[in-house]
């Protein structure tokens, strides 16, 4: 039992049933319509108030709110219903698209990236929609996360923009973080080398060639290391070399190359202080070789920021009470992530904490959720929705 009525509400059978409808209705990337009429379907049930957006009808958001906004702040949760592929479905032990409780856990494409977590949320709605909330609390239930976007979240966030959906005070995104408080997001930044050289027959790649492709393998090995900087919310920032392009015959030296970088970056770095960092090292390889001759280049409108949510907020702060309520000691999640939805919300003002179970195997075979981290997953957003909105 805990002293917070709320979690102890949370019902484990509901949920491993709502969660194991959403993973047995497939719903790779681009194919989100039946997933979502479920969701639909789950809320009228309920009588749980919803609207759809969407860019294309067949790629819908489904919004659905309980509470009223006049009374005090909106809460938002997001959660993706998109999935990724299966690829290798002999490696699966049972149907990816059926989801299949075995030792405890759910099984199948989606239980843990990301369809379980929408199904806390959705229960969260369930639990919630008779109490007196002070303010209200919504979903998003997206589509198209796992390819970009451009028909989920951003098209929400846009349409927040626009007035056409309330704007949260507050978002939570289902993602998995092992339920450490997830406040920053690294940023990217693409950039290619071009090195020159010079083209010559192989027979005299010693007298007249320069060799452009020796000398972006100088570049790389120069740029390829772990980079010290460090942000105590998001970790280091990474540097790594992704693509080459060099050579035209096998008996012409090559008088070009071009490497692709992605730049991975931390907050406080900017365009700037990226590129400068990489002209330093190649520069230190210049002065020891006066042929070696780059160029930068990058497209500064397609750097994604890096972001974070203040360690104060009162968000934040309602995570940190929650676990401690739960007996767990929160923690900050500083690990090698990838790029997630909230950077949507967190680009439009909105604070933003990620805050989800940790699954296995996700994008791979055997992709599974423990049951119990479902449970208690639910448990951390029963107690911090009704701290946020006074019941
Ligand atoms: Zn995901």
Redesign the pocket.
């Known amino acids: 039992m805990s002293s917070n009525q709320w979690v102890d509400k949370v019902n484990r059978d509901q949920l491993v049933q709502v969660c194991k409808q959403l993973v047995s209705i497939p719903s790779v990337s681009g194919d989100e319509f039946e997933v979502m009429q479920f969701v639909k379907s789950w809320l009228a049930d309920r009588d749980i108030a919803y609207i759809e957006t969407a860019n294309d009808p067949q790629r819908p958001n489904i919004i659905a709110t309980i509470g009223d906004a006049n009374a005090g702040p909106i809460i938002a949760m997001n959660g993706?219903l998109d999935v990724v592929p299966v690829s290798d479905a002999s490696s699966w032990e049972s149907d990816p698209f059926e989801g299949v409780v075995r030792n405890g856990r759910l099984y199948g494409r989606g239980a843990a990236?990301?369809k379980s977590s929408v199904g806390v949320m959705l229960t969260m709605l369930d639990m919630f929609r008779n109490a007196s909330l002070q303010g209200a609390l919504s979903v998003h239930v997206v589509s198209d996360?796992?390819r970009g976007a451009n028909f989920g979240t951003k098209h929400v966030v846009a349409e927040i923009e626009a007035g056409n959906i309330p704007r949260p005070d507050f978002t939570i995104v289902g993602?998995g973080s092992g339920f450490k408080i997830r406040i920053a997001e690294r940023g990217g930044l693409g950039v290619k080398v071009h090195f020159k050289g010079r083209a010559s027959h192989t027979a005299v790649a010693r007298v007249t060639g320069i060799n452009a492709l020796a000398k972006a393998a100088k570049g790389i090995l120069a740029l390829e290391h772990h980079l010290e900087t460090f942000h105590p919310a998001v970790g280091h920032p990474v540097l790594s070399v992704n693509g080459i392009q060099a050579g035209i015959a096998d008996n012409v030296v090559p008088g070009e190359a071009m490497i692709d970088i992605d730049r991975r970056t931390v907050p406080g770095e900017t365009v700037e202080s990226i590129i400068g960092d990489i002209r330093a090292k190649l520069d230190a390889v210049a002065a020891t070789d006066p042929d070696f001759i780059y160029e930068l280049e990058y497209d500064p409108e397609r750097y994604t920021v890096a972001n974070m949510t203040s360690a104060d907020s009162p968000l934040v702060v309602a995570f940190q009470e929650s676990l401690r309520e739960l007996d767990r000691e929160p923690e900050f999640f500083v690990e090698w992530a990838g790029i997630?939805d909230a950077r949507l919300y967190r680009g439009i003002g909105i604070d933003t904490v990620i805050m989800g179970a940790a699954g296995e195997n996700?994008h791979g075979a055997n992709e599974y959720i423990e049951i119990n981290d479902i449970e208690t997953q639910a448990r951390i957003y029963a107690a911090t929705i009704s701290r946020l909105l006074g019941v």
């Open positions: 993706h990236d990301m996360e796992e993602e997630t996700e």
